[in-house]
């Protein structure tokens, strides 16, 4: 054919799901009876299966200008499960989610069973990009590229929330629970090659540069989350009389009335859900000079122009007067696995040309967040109730990646450079965080275990071998081999066989569990926690010229590198903590906070302008104050009533003003200590395994006639 030729193929199939459920619940009375129930059950299944072929067998190509064999797969899948649940009783939420790249599509049941014990009975039909001339005499006037590129991509995100929040004046209890299994597989394969599969050594001829090149990016990009909170209030109505106090005080601006111009002693009322700083429900008085704000956006706890209404805040909060029982449960189940093959061969053919490339690359990526987050809050102000807190998580993630550049059986007489390369970056970036909180109760444990270049186990073989270090498991290393064998070979230029391994884990493990047991008297905690990891990689790196019969013929005008580099690492961070305490005050911070509440109150800030200030009247100066005095000191008026720009007065002048200082009585009362048993437990143990078998390098060269240079690095 003149001028050029070009075969191309492309596999890129799409797949983009967004998946969501809400289920919410609100009933039972007053008193603690009634049932609320939210029960929200998903199940989500995405699988892509795709191929591409770009090739020509049999026959003879000729032509005059480049040749190109070009396969492309960029498959690609995008699944969001989001789902929820809400009840004033008891919210259970279950999630079941499974995809697939390069895998055939299973039944539920297999892939439950597959998911939770990791038992990999799925049938591989691997998501590939394949480029070749099979048995094919090649004459090309230009340059042949024969190319294979696979960017198989997964990106998961699945979110599973039971939220509880049982609310009465006495009587009532929640429970919530949250599970969830998450299971992406990628299978994934680029192969490019050039053979005579009957060993009648085909010719390829080019003119040019020939270049035979796969190169595989296969990933899994996944985000999984749970939450199970409860939270139990049986405040005998504290809430509601705190609530009529504060509707008794006349307002003049609420938080949602946006900008509005505002003069110092007006009060401005937050919504309950306020959250840009201050207590929702309570009234603030301003206490700077006219000024215009977005009452929306304003921190009310900033003290330079704010104090909160004294009024609001006498009822005390928080205290339960009937048992409370709350409960939070969660389990989350994930596993993660990339599986990925590359190879570019030359195999039984005389090649002739310029530059000669025969490379590998393999990226096999894993990227994976996994956040559990389980609270329960519940008990009564007398220490009696029940408050649970159970987090489970199983976090598997595995990467199987090769790559192999090679020539074999073949004849290499070319005027340029030749290059045989291999590289493997395989690759695991994971962050695990578990927290598990408690006004009581709150146990975690943690499962993670994280493999490169490792055959897959089952859950109870790998939690076997992680616990007791037995080495059950098999190494498939990641390995990356670039070699030339059984190949007679002259070359214009410089000769290079390379072969580079990173294949890395890079770990960060958390597992907290906190019980903050606190009431009036009786309380007692416990906190637990467990994490029991892995993390494993096994890699090889191999660059040689070999012949397996007699020695066959080097020519180099050139340099010869030989070079095998395998820089494999792991850098994990494990870290595990169990905290508990208790209190049983008898009441003395509340006393202490209703004091302090009292004594703390002044009339003015600095930055209230110019006003009448009577003798004895109190002033709290601005954080950025500078004329004098201390910075959030508060200052007693030692003069006649008269008016004062309170911006401009030097606090240190004695002689006018007084600075009040005054102790806490919330720490004075606490200090006290507890006035009841307090029992207090927190246990907590950690496994970490970390193996790092770094391969046998294997170098093997033979004679030439320019300078040989052969390395081996270890790191």
């Known amino acids: 054919a003149s001028g050029t030729v070009t075969i191309d193929a492309d596999g890129s199939a799409q797949l983009q799901a967004l998946i969501s459920g809400t289920v919410s619940s609100s009933g039972g009375s007053a008193y603690g009876t009634g049932t609320s129930l939210a029960i929200n059950g998903m199940i989500a299944t995405n699988t892509v299966v795709s191929t591409a072929d770009a090739y020509m067998t ?27 649940s809400s009840s004033g009783d008891t919210a259970v939420g279950v999630v079941l989610s499974f995809n697939t790249l390069g895998w055939e599509p299973q039944d539920l049941f297999t892939q439950t069973l597959d998911g939770l014990l990791g038992t990999s009975i799925g049938t591989a039909a691997p998501a590939y990009a394949h480029a070749y001339l099979e048995d094919v005499t090649v004459s090309a006037g230009g340059n042949l590229l024969v190319d294979a590129n696979n960017s198989a991509q997964l990106n998961a995100t699945l979110s599973n929330a039971s939220i509880s929040a049982a609310s009465a004046l006495y009587g009532a209890g929640g429970k919530s629970a949250a599970a969830a299994l998450s299971t992406n597989l990628v299978n994934s394969d680029a192969k490019a090659w050039i053979e005579d599969t009957d060993a009648s050594a085909q010719t390829v001829d080019v003119s040019g540069d020939l270049t035979v090149r796969g190169q595989d990016n296969a990933g899994i990009y996944a985000n999984s ?15 509601i009389v705190d609530g009529i106090i504060g509707d008794s005080i006349t307002v003049q601006f609420l938080s949602g009335d946006g900008s509005q111009e505002i003069e110092f002693g007006e009060k401005v009322r937050l919504s309950d859900d306020y959250a840009g700083g201050g207590t929702g429900g309570n009234i603030y008085t301003f206490l700077g000079n006219k000024e215009t704000f977005d009452l929306s956006a304003i921190d009310y706890t900033n003290l330079d122009y704010w104090q909160e209404e004294a009024a609001t805040s006498l009822v005390p909060q928080g205290l339960n007067i009937s048992d409370s029982d709350s409960m939070a449960i969660g389990g989350l189940v994930v596993r993660n696995d990339v599986r990925s093959a590359v190879e570019a061969r030359i195999v039984n053919i005389n090649v002739s040309g310029g530059d000669v490339t025969v490379e590998s690359i393999e990226n096999a990526t894993l990227v994976a967040t996994i956040d559990a987050d389980v609270a329960s809050s519940g ?32 004849t290499v007489n070319i005027t ?5 390369r291999g590289r493997n970056t395989s690759n695991i970036g994971v962050t695990n965080k578990s927290v598990t909180s408690s006004g009581d109760t709150a146990a975690g444990v943690t499962l993670a275990l994280n493999t490169v270049g490792w055959e897959p186990q089952d859950l109870f073989t790998r939690t076997l071998d992680a616990l007791i270090g037995t080495s059950i498991g098999t190494e498939q290393p990641a390995e990356t081999l670039a070699y030339i064998v059984d190949t007679a070979i002259t070359v214009g230029g410089d000769l290079s066989v390379l072969a580079d391994n990173t294949a890395a884990i890079k770990s960060v493990l958390s597992n907290g569990a906190t019980s903050a047991a606190s009431a009036l008297v009786n309380a007692g905690g416990k906190a637990i926690a467990g994490i ?20 066959g013929a080097v020519t180099v005008t050139g340099a010869t590198v030989i070079d095998a580099n395998d820089s494999a690492s792991i850098v994990a961070e494990s870290d595990m903590k169990a905290l508990s305490s208790t209190t049983n005050g008898g009441g003395a911070s509340i006393l202490g906070g209703l004091i302090d509440n009292a004594l703390e109150s002044y009339n003015y800030s600095s930055n209230s302008g110019t006003r009448n200030v009577s003798p004895s009247e109190l002033v709290r100066l601005a954080s ?25 007065q030097d606090y240190s002048d004695t002689q006018v003003w007084e600075r009040v200082i005054r102790g806490s009585a919330s720490d004075t009362l606490s200090s006290i200590g507890n006035v009841t048993d307090s029992d207090s437990m927190g246990v907590g143990g950690l496994i970490v395994r970390n193996i790092l078998a770094v391969s046998y390098t294997h170098l093997r060269a033979h004679e030439t006639k320019a300078n040989l240079v052969c390395r081996l690095l270890l790191e």
């Open 416 to 420: 340029g450079s030749l290059i045989v």
């Open 624 to 648: 950025d104050y500078t004329g004098g005095g201390v910075t959030g000191g508060v200052y007693s008026y030692l003069g006649t009533a008269a008016d004062l720009d309170l911006g401009t």
């Open 58 to 84: 049999g026959g003879s190509l000729t032509a005059t200008g480049d040749v190109s064999i070009s396969s492309t797969n960029g498959a690609k899948a995008d699944a969001t499960v989001n789902a929820a």
């Open 379 to 410: 008990g009564s102000a007398y220490g009696s109730g029940t408050s649970l807190a159970v987090n489970a998580m199983i976090a598997t993630n595995l990467v199987l990646g090769s790559s192999k550049a090679f020539i074999s059986g073949s």
């Open 225 to 239: 989350k749970l939450v199970s909170s409860s939270t139990t209030t049986n405040t005998g109505g504290a809430n």
């Open 532 to 551: 029991l990891g892995t993390n494993f990689v096994s890699s090889q790196s191999q660059a040689y010229i070999d012949y397996t019969t007699s020695e």
